[in-house]
């Protein structure tokens, strides 16, 4: 079946960086269009930046423009967030997502305090 499995999240300082990868399993990652969510508490789910299925089309929310950046490597089936110049405002659960087929990963948190 279908598997999303986010990591690298964690406690960072502001200005730092994190990594996040999402390992997927269970379909043909190379034909797909893959994206990064975020949730942060109270708010609704926001849609943070988005990739084509051979990367070669990005878009990111204007919010994380300039400060975030998505790839993926086909190879590993595999989707990273690189993240930096992290704010408090980018504190949120991550999550990876499988566009066209509406499967969600579990998430992993990102929290972005002194």
């Known amino acids: 079946q279908v598997q999303l499995v986010e990591s690298g999240g964690g406690l960072v300082q502001p200005g730092g960086s994190l990594k996040l990868s999402c390992a997927a399993s269970?379909?043909?990652?190379?034909?797909?269009?893959m994206s990064w969510y975020r949730q942060a508490p109270g708010k609704e789910r926001e849609l943070v930046a988005i990739?084509?299925?051979?990367?070669?089309?990005?878009d990111y929310a204007g919010s994380v423009k300039g400060r975030f950046s998505i790839s993926r490597d086909n190879d590993k089936s595999t989707l990273y967030l690189q993240m930096n110049s992290l704010q408090p405002e980018d504190t949120a659960v991550y999550y990876c997502?499988?566009?066209?087929?509406?499967?969600w990963g579990q998430g992993t948190q990102v929290t972005v305090s002194s």
């Open positions: 997502k499988l566009e066209s087929r509406g499967i």
């Open positions: 269970g379909f043909t990652f190379s034909t797909y269009t």
């Open positions: 990739i084509s299925a051979r990367g070669g089309g990005l």
